[in-house]
């Protein structure tokens, strides 16, 4: 049994595949939860984000390489929107909505303990308010961790401004999941970092299996630079 109830994807091999398979689990877990936030909560409305430069409609995409040596994993796509929930977001406000997802991988796919991933998932169309947008898909995320026993959001989500961002809103939060499988740390800690801007909004879930599997904290300011160099990779000028 995964994070919240939701069935973790089959663990490699070896003493520390339950604990390897948590932490995958989780990254896609986390990022389920941010997508029902957006559909619960669509687009915000309202003109508070009238501080963020609008520089003109984007798209985003999902490149066979990102960031010089991440692969994206076609046996491990990301987990986006459906056909219905784009349907859904549209109702809640979100004008012409379109989604992408991808998982991307780097190191050798079977040396899970060194490997790195990126889970990553975006919404494009027209975002009135980007910085509500991404500060109430937090407040989601929180409450869902909060009913659960083995997910905590840690602390708040904080904002970073890293070199590149080009006048979009980033804010990254620390998640932890419990693990009680004896085979790794007590507890598995994750990044969640959300950019939003008047055209796009993404969701990046970087992880580094060595230091999860070390029970190192969730390095905030690395994601967010990490989010930032993604951001210019898969955005796409209209």
Known sequence: QAPYGVPQPPPPGGGSGKTIGIVLGAVAVVAAIAVGAWLVLGNGGGSGGSDIADDGAHTLSTPATVLT???????????????????????????????????????????????????????????????????AMFKEMQKSAATDSDGEAVGSPKAYTPAGLDGAVLKCQETKVSDSSGSGPSSISMPVCIWGDHSTLGVVIPIDMADAMAGKAADLSGAADMTAKLRKEVRVKA
């Open 69 to 135: 040596d991440y692969k994206k994993s076609g046996s491990a796509e990301g987990d986006g929107f459906s056909e219905d929930d784009v349907r859904d977001a549209e109702k809640h406000g979100v004008k012409n909505a379109k989604d992408v997802s991808a998982t991307y991988q780097s190191g050798e796919a079977t040396d899970y303990l060194n490997m790195k991933m990126i889970n990553f998932m975006g919404v494009y169309g027209d975002i009135d308010d980007p910085e509500k947008v991404v500060d």
